[in-house]
Each structure stands twice: as C-alpha cells, then as structure tokens.
C-alpha cells in the first residue's frame, strides 16, 4: 500500500519543491488546494446521493480537506502574508 511518505518521497518534483521560497510553496499548495475543493465540491453537487450512501468516506474526505485549509491558513498568518 502506498502511503502519503511514500509518495512524497517518489516525487520527481520533491527537489525542485524544496527548493522554492516559502511564499511561493504556499501559494502554490493554496492553489492547489482550492483546486481540490472545488473538484470536489463540484462532484457533491453533481452526486449529493454520495454523501447520503457514503457517509463514512464523506467524512473523512471533509476532515482532511478542512484540516488542510487550517494548515495553509495557518502558515499563511506564520509568513505574516
């Protein structure tokens, strides 16, 4: 099973991403992020049955995206931007 370290850590882009300045990492893992919001929210919309049939996935799918908005948030207020 793949895990999120060993994706990371596969990652042809990883060097290049480390090599960025921090303002440019968060603005890139921001735009990232609405992107996925907004697919995602897209597909509830399109399939609202899905979180009545799926509630668990649902879910934990919710949780990870708003910790990942706390945590971009987050290091947006640490940069002071």
Known sequence: ?????????????????????????????????AVAMIVVADAFLRQPQTVVNKPGEFAVLFRALTACVQAVSAAFRASGK
């Open 1 to 33: 099973m793949t895990t999120a370290k060993d994706l990371v850590q596969e990652s042809a882009e990883r060097e290049e991403l480390k090599k960025l300045p921090d303002r440019e990492l968060l603005r890139r893992a921001a735009r990232a992020l």
